[in-house]
């Protein structure tokens, strides 16, 4: 692993980054939002960190992955409270506050689409 600079990368995160909030903020529907946004922020993650880093894209995608299912396992501990969050809308929007295995399945989705980016 080599630390880079990629611009192309920095453009997807920041373009994906953009209809997250869309998404967030404008669509209020009941499979693009909640589907559709799970599936684009694993590519998100993956975009960002594959802006600075040289590496095996097949590993950082499943990183990935495994790093997005942990965060979905501890929604349903409601790791929001231990911090003090659950109070906090935006933080807890981003952090996310409930389990589904429908997001373990949208994370997957991400998954495939990043194994789709060459190294």
Not at 48 to 61: G, Y
Request: proline letters at 2%; one cysteine or more; charged letters at 15%.
């Amino acid at each position: 692993m080599k630390l880079t600079f990629n611009h192309k990368f920095l453009i997807l995160f920041l373009v994906i980054l953009l209809a997250e909030i869309l998404i967030g903020k404008y669509l209020h529907d009941p499979f693009i939002r909640p589907f559709g946004g799970d599936v684009l922020v694993v590519v998100l993650i993956y975009a960002f960190l594959r802006t600075f880093l040289i590496t095996n894209n097949k590993k950082l995608a499943l990183g990935v992955l495994i790093f997005a299912c942990i965060i979905e396992f501890l929604q349903a501990l409601n790791y929001v409270s231990w911090f003090g969050l659950e109070n906090n809308k935006l933080m807890s929007i981003m952090m996310g506050t409930s389990f589904s295995y429908y997001d373990l399945l949208a994370y997957f989705g991400g998954y495939v689409i990043c194994l789709l980016f060459k190294d």
